[in-house]
Structures are given as C-alpha cells and as structure tokens.
C-alpha cells in the first residue's frame, strides 16, 4: 500500500523560502505522478505544481518563477522549493501522487477530496507579510 508523508512546512516572512518534501514508499515510480496542491480558508484546493516520471512539469500560473518541483526516483521523494514566498501562498500543502497509468488533475475544486490519487496528510505554510 502506497503511503504518503509531507514535511516542511513552517511560518516565514513575505520573500522568504520553504522547502516541502513528499516521500511515497511503495510507489512504483515508471509512469507515476506526484504532485501537490493547496487549499487556503475560504478558497477553492488548487493543483500548485506537478511532476511526471518523464521529467515533464506543470505549475499553476501564480507559482511560475517562484516554485520548483523536483523529484529524486531512487528515495520515491518529490520536493517543492518555493522561493518569494507571499502571503497568498499560505495554505495546507498536501502532496498527491498517482501511481502506473494515473493522472493528476490540474486546476481547481472545492474540496481537495475532489480530486483523484493517493494523499498525504498536509501541512501548513504560513507566510506573513
């Protein structure tokens, strides 16, 4: 069974710097996705940035420049340096992977559980101004 563990969340000033890791053991990295999202009170859960085994990415358009993906296949970790960090940044990061076949799905919904594949358990930025 594929589990999902976040770490790296915090409180930092505006301009700031995170670093967020995600490891998921038993995951089978050949065709998978891992990525993560965010949800803030009173908004809608977004797809912040994504990255495939082909090395292929996505961030949504309000990260670009600021974030990076980046994965290491051997330890089955994804990691989400973000730099510039705003006050809008602040948010439960949750990180989410698909195994063999599956996809993530760009975009936003209302609930994070809306979304497909397998969850971590989040963990909070907070970025203060």
């Known amino acids: 069974v594929v589990q999902v563990v976040e770490s790296g969340g915090g409180s930092v000033q505006a301009g700031e710097s995170l670093r967020l890791s995600c490891t998921a053991s038993q995951l089978r990295i050949d065709g998978s996705e891992m990525g993560w999202y965010r949800q803030a009170p009173g908004k809608e859960c977004e797809l912040v940035s994504l990255i495939r085994s082909d090395g292929s990415t996505v961030y949504t358009d309000s990260v670009k420049g600021r974030f990076t993906i980046s994965q290491d296949k051997e330890k089955k970790t994804a990691h989400l340096q973000m730099n510039s960090l705003k006050p809008d940044d602040t948010a439960v990061y949750y990180c989410?992977?698909?195994?063999?076949?599956?996809?993530?799905?760009?975009?936003?919904?209302?609930?994070?559980?809306?979304?497909?594949?397998?969850w971590g358990q989040g963990t909070q930025v907070t970025v203060s101004s």
């Open positions: 989410a992977v698909e195994g063999w076949g599956g996809r993530l799905r760009v975009g936003s919904r209302s609930s994070c559980s809306s979304f497909s594949g397998i």
